[in-house]
C-alpha cells in the first residue's frame, strides 16, 4: 500500500478564495442581473505596460528561428534580467546584492511555499496573523503544524503573532523559540507597514536568538512613504538572518506571466543536526536548480523592460493608478464612519466591519446588497475576524461606484 | 539555531550537466580555436514552430489592453489548453481522461520533482538504474534515500532496477517491495522502449502489489514503431496505479517557454496512516495550487497551437528533423563497428563506448579529439557505466559533422 504524506489530511477545508468563488457563483445564479464588482482576489486588472509587450514580441521573434532561439536558461534566471534587478532594486537604494544571491522564478507563491524545504521539518514557524495562507498550508504539508486545534481555530505548534487594531497592526515578537519568522511587509491583506526602526527590531532580535527572517515585499512599489523601507536589507545586519521575495505580478501587472525572485545572501547561515553551519544560498541553490527549469525565457525579457526608462515611467503610472484608487476606498470609507487601514503603501485597505459585524456576514452583507465581493478577514486568520480586505486592482470606474454602493448601505 | 533540511546533505556532489559544462569550460579555455559540437545535455536547437509563435504573439496583445487582460488563471490550466490535451493526446488513442485530472505546468522536471511530496518519506522508491538524476535527488531531498555508499555509488534505501545491454535495456521487476515505481518510456537517457505488453507486466505489477507507477513519457511524440504505447493509460488497469508526466520541451521545443503536463486519474488511491484509502488526485490538486500558480497565459496560447492543423504539421516536421538526425548517428557509429541503443523511437542514442573504456575517460577523449560534447553514460547511474549518451536535437550539420569526427577517431 503507497502511503500518502499524511500531513496533507491536516489541512484545513478549502482555500479562501475558493469558498469567496463559491459563494460569488451562487449569488450569481441566484441573481443573474446583478452586475458584481469584485475588489477580492488580489489580481490586476489594467493590461501590459507597452515596454513589457514591445519586448515580448522581440523575444517571440528571436525562438522563432535556430539562430536566436534559446532553450533551456540558467535556472536561476538570465544575467540581463539579474544585473538588471541588482542595479534598480538594490545598488540605487545602497544595498550591494551580488548575482549569485538572486533567484528568479515564476512566482513568490513558489518561491514562499518552497522554502520551507530547505529548514528542518522540527523548525517552528511564526507567522503573522492575519496571514497569506500559503506560509501556513505549505508548512502543514511538511509536518511542522501539528494538529489543528478547531476550538482556537489554530494549528497547535505554529506561533501567531497577531496583528490587530490594538497593535496598530505590529506584531510582538515571538513569546518563545522560533525558527522561522514569515513577516510580509507592505503586509497582505492589512495593508499597513514598519519603519525602518521597526523592522530593525525584527532583525536584530533574529541576530540573538539565531531564527531566520523570511520577508515577503511583494508589495514593495507601492510604499509612498519615505520611513518604510523598500528592500529588508536596508537595515543592517539583515544580510544573515533574511531572505526576500519580490515580485513583479502587482508591480507590472505579470499575474498571469509568472516571474519573480528570491534573494538568499551568501551570509546567510543554518545548522545541521552536529550544530556545524551551513550556507542557506547553498541549498536554495540545489532546491532551485534540481525542481525548476527557470522562468520563460519571454516573461524574462518583460520583467527585464520593466527597468528601462520607458518601463519605470509606465510601471509608475500603473502603481498611480491603483494606489488613486486605494485612496478613492479609503477616504470614501472614511468619510462614512468606518475605520481603515492600509492603502497608504499597499493596494489592500483593511477596514473593520461595522457594528462588530463577523467577516463572512459583512462579506455576505456586501455581496447581497451592494454585489461587491470582497475577502472575509477571517480567511487570513483568527485576527482577522471583524476586519474585510478591499483591493486598490480594480478599474477606477468600478472603484468608484463600489464606493458609491456602499455610501448607499445602511451600516 | 535554525535546523537546515539535512537530507540535503546526503546529496552527491553536483549535477551532472554541472561537471559536463565545467569540462567543457576549461577545454574551450585551454583550446580556445576548437569548434564544439554540443551533443550533450538534451536541449533543442530549431526554432518555435511558426503556429506557437502566431499564437504568442496574439496572446501578449491580448494583455496589452484591459479589455482582454487576463491576470490569475486557474492553477490547473486553461480549459483551452487541457481539452486540446484530452482530445488530442488521449481521446485520440481511444484513451479517456478527465479535465480535472490534468495539471498543466511549468515542466516535468518540476512536477516529476514535486510530486514525491504527497506520498509518504517513508515510501520505498523504485528507479530504472541508468536514470534521470531528478528522480533520485528529490527523493534524497526529503529523507527516503538513506546514506550514500560510495563503495557501490548508490543510496542505500533506493531500490535500483538495472538496464543495460543485457537485459535489453528492461528492467526485472523489483526483488522487494516497493511504493513508487519511476519508469521512463521512451527512456532517456537510454533511448530504449517497452512494448505495450510488456508495459502491461509493470501496470500488473503495481495493481497486484498495491504500489503506484509514476511514467514520464516526455519523449513519446518521438515513437515511430506500432507497438510502443504511447500512454501508459493504453494498458488495461493503469488508471488505478498510474501517474503520467508529458511535456512540450521537446515535442515543439518549449525547453526555453516552460510547459508541460500531468495526468492524475480519479481512480488512484493512496493510504493514511491508518489504512483509509485517499484519492491521490485531491492531493496533487491541493499541492498545486497551493504551490504554484500557472503557467504563463501566453505560454499555454502557445502549447494549445500546437493541436491546431498547422501547429501539428509543424511538429511532425520538427520530430523528423530530430529522428533523422537520430538515424544518422545511429547508423554512423553502427558502421564503425559501434555497439548502439536507442534512436528510433527516442532522440537519444546510447552506446557502448568501445573497448570498454570507462563512461568518463570516453566523454575526455571525444572533448579533446572530436571537440564533441556528449554525456557520460555513468552521470546516470551505475548501470550507465561504460556507455555513453548522444542527442540528436543537434543542428543537421553539425549532427553529420559530429559522426564524420568520430569516424576519423582511432577508437
Redesign the interface.
Known amino acids: 500500500?503507497?502511503?500518502?504524506?499524511?500531513n496533507?489530511?491536516n489541512?484545513q477545508g478549502s482555500?479562501l478564495f475558493s469558498e469567496i468563488a463559491k459563494r460569488r457563483t451562487k449569488f450569481i445564479q441566484d441573481n443573474p442581473q446583478a452586475e458584481i464588482i469584485s475588489l477580492g482576489?488580489g489580481?490586476?486588472?489594467?493590461?501590459?505596460p507597452?515596454a513589457v509587450?514591445k519586448a515580448?514580441?522581440a523575444a517571440?521573434?528571436e525562438?522563432?528561428?535556430?539562430g536566436t532561439?534559446?532553450?533551456?536558461?540558467p535556472e536561476q534566471g538570465y544575467d540581463f534580467l539579474v544585473n538588471a534587478i541588482i542595479e534598480n532594486d538594490y545598488k540605487a537604494r545602497g544595498v550591494d546584492i551580488k548575482s549569485n544571491e538572486v533567484f528568479v522564478s515564476?512566482?513568490s507563491?513558489?518561491d514562499v511555499?518552497?522554502i520551507q524545504?530547505?529548514?528542518?521539518?522540527?523548525?517552528i514557524v511564526a507567522v503573522q496573523d492575519p496571514v497569506y495562507p500559503?506560509y501556513v498550508?505549505?508548512n502543514v504539508?511538511a509536518g511542522r503544524s501539528g494538529l489543528f486545534d478547531s476550538g482556537i481555530g489554530r494549528y497547535e505548534n505554529i506561533v501567531y503573532l497577531d496583528c490587530t487594531a490594538e497593535n496598530d497592526f505590529k506584531p510582538s515578537l515571538p513569546d518563545r523559540k522560533v525558527?522561522?519568522i514569515y513577516l510580509c511587509y507592505p503586509n497582505n491583506p492589512t495593508g499597513m507597514t514598519l519603519t525602518k526602526d521597526e523592522l530593525k527590531v525584527w532583525v536584530d532580535y533574529a541576530r540573538e536568538n539565531?531564527?531566520?527572517i523570511l520577508f515577503d515585499s511583494a508589495y514593495e512599489a507601492f510604499i509612498t512613504e519615505a520611513d518604510v523601507p523598500h528592500s529588508i536589507y536596508e537595515v543592517e545586519g539583515a544580510r544573515e538572518v533574511a531572505i526576500e521575495f519580490r515580485s513583479f505580478s502587482k508591480t507590472a501587472?505579470f499575474?498571469?506571466?509568472?516571474c519573480a525572485y528570491t534573494v538568499v545572501p551568501r551570509e546567510l547561515k543554518?545548522?545541521?543536526?552536529d550544530?556545524s553551519e551551513?550556507v542557506?544560498n547553498d541549498?536554495w541553490n540545489?532546491?532551485h536548480?534540481?525542481?525548476?527549469?527557470?522562468?520563460?525565457?519571454?516573461?524574462q525579457r518583460g520583467a527585464e523592460a520593466i527597468y528601462s526608462a520607458e518601463g519605470k515611467e509606465q510601471i509608475s503610472g500603473l502603481v498611480d493608478y491603483y494606489m488613486t484608487n486605494a485612496r478613492i476606498i479609503r477616504d470614501g470609507l472614511a468619510s462614512l464612519g468606518l475605520e481603515v487601514f492600509g492603502g497608504v503603501n499597499a493596494p489592500y485597505i483593511w477596514l473593520k466591519t461595522p457594528k462588530g459585524m463577523d467577516s463572512w456576514a459583512f462579506f455576505d452583507k456586501l455581496l447581497s446588497e451592494a454585489n461587491i465581493v470582497g475577502t472575509p478577514g477571517v480567511g487570513f486568520g483568527q485576527s482577522g475576524q471583524g476586519y474585510f480586505r478591499l483591493t486598490a486592482f480594480g478599474?477606477r470606474e468600478n472603484t468608484e461606484k463600489a464606493v458609491e454602493r456602499i455610501r448607499n448601505l445602511s451600516l
Chains 1, 2 share one sequence.
Open positions: 500500500m503507497t502511503q500518502i504524506n499524511s496533507f489530511l489541512l482555500y482576489i489580481d490586476v486588472t489594467r493590461g501590459l507597452e509587450t515580448m514580441h517571440v521573434d525562438l522563432a528561428v535556430p532561439f534559446r532553450g533551456y536558461g515564476d512566482g507563491k513558489c511555499g518552497n524545504e530547505i529548514f528542518s521539518t522540527d523548525s500559503v498550508d505549505t504539508m525558527d522561522l539565531n531564527c531566520l501587472g499575474t498571469g506571466i509568472r543554518g545548522f545541521d543536526k550544530g551551513v542557506v541549498l540545489r532546491r536548480t534540481t525542481k525548476f527549469n527557470g522562468v520563460s525565457y519571454v516573461t478599474s
